[in-house]
């Protein structure tokens, strides 16, 4: 049986979902894949499953806290019944880019393709998390004077606790002392690449970026995440032309030339060898032609 209460608030300006909190007890909230234009906190309080994110998949239990961002696809399978609480904001509500020095989410919680997209929610942070999304609730029944900054902050207290568990159960997540004495340097190269990954390409370009050689970015490159630079942007790169190839009818060279390939067929043959499929076949075989449900 599906349960679930609502306490939504809309932009007065444009009637869309401004902020929005709410707890569910079903099987079906999250089982097929979303694609929002908000960013969505999910905390499993109740049920295991598999929570999929970008085309990987990661089991989770209860308390963990899934943390999704705008257009990222999502999706939640379990066979038993979940019970959780959800809250989604706009950017336009609160923006995690402008307001990252006050909460230091992004590239934590949101925005990380590094880390699994989730966090593990002790018995100390669930007393503050839940009055918190109690205070949330009361807060939009109840407008008063100063509504929208109130909740703004309830919700960064929610997200700094929240990244807080993360940093403490993912350490790279936010900062890693480097031999070389190099502080912020992974995290520094992570916001590069999400920065630049449609233009730049080489390990140079970010060596260059980051103001570091060659060598000494590819020896903390494979100490922190096992894995080239090369690979490191390639797998950001095919995320992303996964995601356009997946959710939008744009031809392969459109997608292409988003991703900063002017050559179509060099593209195809970069996805091919990184996929073992051609975009044309992927998109056949898993994509948009496939006419998966797609709900906003």
Same mark, same amino acid.
């Given at each position: ?76 399978? +379990?066979?038993? %019944?979940? *019970? ?10 609160? =923006? !995690?880019? &402008? $307001? ?74 936010? +900062?890693?002392? %480097?031999? *070389? ?10 916001? =590069? !690449?999400? &920065? $630049? ?100």
């Amino acid at each position: 049986m599906t349960r679930k209460s609502n306490y939504t608030l809309l932009n007065k300006e444009t009637g869309n979902l401004a902020f929005k909190v709410y707890t569910f007890s079903d099987n079906g909230s999250f089982d097929h894949i979303q694609r929002l234009n908000y960013y969505m906190l999910i905390w499993i309080i109740k049920g295991t499953g598999i929570a999929t994110a970008d085309f990987s998949a990661y089991d989770f239990s209860e308390h963990t806290l899934l943390a999704f961002s705008p257009y990222q696809p999502f999706m939640i399978s +379990t066979e038993n %019944e979940l *019970e959780g609480i959800a809250i989604s904001f706009h950017p336009d509500f609160f =923006c !995690i880019h &402008k $307001h990252h020095q006050e909460v230091a989410c992004n590239g934590v919680l949101f925005n990380n393709i590094y880390d699994p997209p989730m966090v593990h929610v002790n018995k100390e942070a669930r007393d503050k998390l839940k009055v918190l999304t109690e205070q949330m609730k009361s807060e939009i029944q109840n407008a008063a004077v100063a509504q929208y900054e109130l909740l703004i902050s309830y919700l960064k207290i929610f997200l700094i606790t929240a990244s807080r568990l993360k940093v403490d159960q993912y350490p790279e997540s936010k +900062t890693v002392k %480097e031999v *070389e004495d190099t502080p912020f340097a992974v995290q520094n190269l992570k916001s =590069c !690449i999400e &920065k $630049h990954y449609k233009s730049k390409h080489a390990p140079s370009d970010y060596a260059d970026l980051l103001a570091i050689s060659p060598k000494a970015l590819a020896r903390i490159t494979k100490k922190h995440f096992n894995k080239t630079l090369t690979t490191l942007i390639s797998e950001r790169i095919i995320i992303e032309a996964k995601r356009e190839l997946y959710l939008t009818n744009k031809t392969v060279k459109e997608i292409a030339y988003e991703l900063g390939y002017n050559d179509e067929y060099y593209f195809s043959r970069f996805f091919k060898k990184n996929t073992d499929v051609s975009p044309t076949l992927y998109r056949e075989t898993v994509g948009f032609d496939r006419a998966f449900e797609i709900k906003e």
